[in-house]
């Protein structure tokens, strides 16, 4: 059983919105710690895995990349074990496949390689 698993995935058109969600499998483990954060991460096509979004346990610190910023907003509900991330004002860049991991909050790098199966975003002109 997958850890974290993503959805809400899909096509849209430039300018649309998304809300993609990320479950924790109950029975598994967070660090329920100010000191780590749940991250969402992107992959496009042909290029490596980039850093998005992240939000500490409390939901009291968030950051983002410069280039979602204003535009996508992440949110969580412990007690649901979820993560969720807003996106409205969807451009063509933003097409790739979304996942997300734990990271130390304040930094932009996952804490491990277990990845899930990400979601898909396909934003159209």
């Known amino acids: 059983q997958a850890r974290l698993v993503e959805s809400g995935g899909g096509l849209v058109q430039t300018g649309g919105s998304l809300r993609l969600s990320c479950v924790r499998s109950?029975?598994?483990?967070?660090?329920?710690?100010?000191?780590?954060?749940m991250g969402w991460f992107r992959q496009a096509p042909g290029k490596g895995r980039e850093f998005v979004a992240a939000?500490?346990?409390?939901?009291?610190?968030?950051y983002y990349d410069d280039s979602v910023k204003g535009r996508f907003f992440v949110s969580r509900d412990n007690a649901k074990r979820t993560v969720s991330l807003q996106m409205n004002n969807l451009t063509p860049d933003d097409t790739g496949v979304y996942y997300c991991?734990?990271?130390?909050?304040?930094?932009?790098?996952?804490?491990?390689?277990?990845w899930g199966q990400g979601t898909q975003v396909t934003v159209s002109t």
């Open positions: 939000i500490s346990w409390s939901g009291l610190t968030t």
């Open positions: 991991n734990e990271v130390p909050t304040g930094t932009r790098t996952a804490i491990d390689n277990n």
């Open positions: 109950a029975g598994t483990l967070e660090r329920a710690h100010e000191s780590y954060s």
